[in-house]
């Protein structure tokens, strides 16, 4: 777990606001325990803990769904967690600091205009279909086919070198039997009994 960095780094984010969030109430508690400010950094930094684990429980987990592995759904899902929950922590300060004047919803509005524009573009677009798999394995075949042609060509090469060497070796050889040949025909016998005149 701890070799991932992207686990590495939302522990950081956790680890950080922990520490944080309590030294706040610390010095809260200590300089204006009558004045509670602390639970605000809690609430709106709690949020973004939130939202970055939920990116990354929905990049880890290994399901096959669209949302788990297109990398725009994610996106998508990722944007609307957040702005689910950054309107919910808006009505709960707008219902408790003011409560006579509503203001949270332009919030609500605007941004939801704009997670509405990424759903469509997201969902609505069409999606280019995937190539059939006759196609997929005939492009195969063509790569792996010009992959294989420099090697065929210089096995070739070398089958012709080493015959080419062959035939040349085997023609000196040749020679060389009929040059033997021809020397020993012409030579003179030295064996040859001497011939013997016996007197008459």
Not at 143 to 172: C, D, G, H, T
Request: net charge positive; charged share 20%; proline share 4%.
């Amino acid at each position: 777990m701890f070799k991932d960095l992207s686990m590495r780094i939302f522990l950081g984010h956790l680890v950080a606001y922990v520490v944080v969030t309590a030294l706040c109430a610390a010095v809260n508690l200590w300089l204006s325990p009558g004045m509670l400010w602390f639970p605000w950094v809690l609430i709106g930094w709690g949020v973004a803990v939130a939202v970055h684990a939920f990116a990354l429980l929905l990049r880890k987990t290994r399901r096959r769904e669209r949302i788990f592995i297109d990398r725009k759904a994610r996106a998508f899902a990722v944007h609307l967690f957040a702005y689910v929950a950054v309107v919910l922590v808006l009505l709960f300060v707008n219902l408790t600091v003011t409560p006579k004047v509503w203001w949270f919803y332009w919030v609500a509005l605007g941004w939801g205009a704009g997670v509405l524009a990424q759903g469509a573009c997201v969902f609505l677009r069409k999606r280019k279909a995937p190539a059939s798999a006759a196609r997929q394995a005939e492009v195969k075949q063509v790569e792996s086919k010009s992959e294989a042609a420099p090697q065929a060509r210089a096995a070739e090469a070398k089958a012709e070198s080493l015959m080419r060497v062959q035939r040349f070796s085997i023609s000196v050889l040749e020679g060389r039997q009929g040059s033997s040949r021809r020397a020993a025909c012409s030579a003179p016998e030295t064996g040859s009994p001497a011939l013997s005149i016996s007197p008459s």
